[in-house]
């Protein structure tokens, strides 16, 4: 089993920042790639970010300038750091390891 763990959400005013953690632990031979996902209700969920362990990274169009994704390999972790929030960027923010395993998600709320 392998059980992926988000933290670091919550209530942040437009213009500031949160940093996102994604902890992945369980029985997988290695991790291939880590990214974050966000999906807004009742909308499709969508990419924000992509890092492999050599740190070769992706980026969604509305995330470039604004959101960095990390990783520290030896502990299975990576971490998006987001500045410049705006309101639009309120969703809840999933992590998934090797296109496969997901998350429950943690919620981010950019309002004054």
């Known amino acids: 089993q392998v059980q992926v763990l988000e933290s670091g959400g919550g209530l942040v005013q437009p213009g500031g920042s949160l940093r996102l953690s994604c902890e992945a632990s369980?029985?997988?031979?290695?991790?291939?790639?880590m990214a974050w996902y966000r999906q807004i209700r009742g909308e499709s969920r969508e990419m924000v970010a992509a890092?492999?362990?050599?740190?070769?990274?992706n980026y969604a169009d509305f995330a470039k300038g604004r959101f960095t994704i990390s990783t520290d390999n030896a502990k299975n972790t990576a971490y998006l750091q987001m500045d410049r929030l705006r309101p639009e960027d309120t969703s809840v923010y999933y992590c998934?390891?090797?296109?496969?395993?997901w998350g429950h998600g943690t919620q981010v709320t950019v309002s004054s």
């Open positions: 890092i492999t362990p050599a740190g070769d990274t």
């Open positions: 998934n390891v090797n296109f496969n395993y």
């Open positions: 369980g029985d997988f031979s290695s991790i291939e790639i």
